[in-house]
């Protein structure tokens, strides 16, 4: 477990600093694996398809610990605040005062207010390690997620995480999906369930300054029966 502390405390690092103004060329990346998910534990997924600017990823069914909803107008500011409350409680800041392994990604969902300087809402969440899922121990603030088999499309890009350029990069998403089938079944999801827009993944240390890989998703419903042939 102590190979893993600096690991905790250096992902605590980059959330807690500004890390809109850290270096490194944004890119987008079709197909990345984060090399975060060769030191510490990631859900697992399953890629459906490569496209132009996307990918869409099948995710096993898994058990997230998330914060009640974040208001800021700042994606980086409630992401340091969720953060927080999630770093205690691996930490053991729990009923059962359980230490818990980090692993990646750290993610932000996403729910934009409707005008510019309104606040917008979001849900911080940390992927419970499969050796704790079965029974993952519960926190004041703190609720479970679980995700049966979920469809995601991901956009990737690099750099550091910051509020000038999230939303840019998931209207990039979103282009790149339109007239595919999967822009339908996106919509679709959100008549259903209009918990988030998009989803920001964070997966790397503050003193990664190359390589780094962040991701977009945009979760959806699909029957298998619906996809499309690959060719």
Not at 189 to 204: L, P
Not at 205 to 224: A, C, H, K, Q, T
Request: with cysteine; proline share 6%; hydrophobic share 40%.
């Amino acid at each position: 477990m102590a190979a893993f502390i600096p690991f905790k405390l250096s992902l605590l690092l980059t959330l807690l600093s500004n890390i809109g103004f850290l270096p490194e060329t944004s890119k987008n990346n079709v197909g990345t694996f984060p090399p975060t998910c060769n030191r510490i534990e990631c859900p697992s997924f399953d890629v459906i398809q490569q496209g132009n600017g996307y990918e869409i990823r099948r995710y096993n069914s898994s058990v997230w610990m998330s914060t009640s909803p974040i208001q800021d107008i700042s994606l980086v500011e409630a992401t340091r605040t969720g953060f927080l409350q999630l770093f205690d409680y691996i930490q053991g800041k729990n009923k059962y005062k359980q230490q818990i392994e980090m692993t990646a990604p750290v993610i932000t969902e996403v729910l934009p207010s409707d005008g510019p300087f309104c606040e917008s809402s979001f849900t911080v969440s940390f992927y419970v390690p499969r050796m704790n899922q079965a029974n993952p121990p519960p926190a004041k603030g703190l609720h479970l997620q679980r995700w049966k088999s979920t469809y995601v499309a991901v956009r990737q890009f690099g750099g550091f995480v910051s509020d000038y350029n999230i939303a840019e990069e998931a209207a990039a998403l979103q282009a790149s999906l339109e007239g595919t089938v999967w822009s339908g079944a996106i919509e679709r999801s959100r008549k259903d369930d209009a918990t988030s827009v998009y989803t920001v993944a964070q997966y790397n240390s503050p003193f990664e300054f190359s390589g780094r890989v962040n991701e977009i998703w945009m979760l959806f419903d699909l029957e298998d029966e619906f996809l499309p042939v690959q060719v």
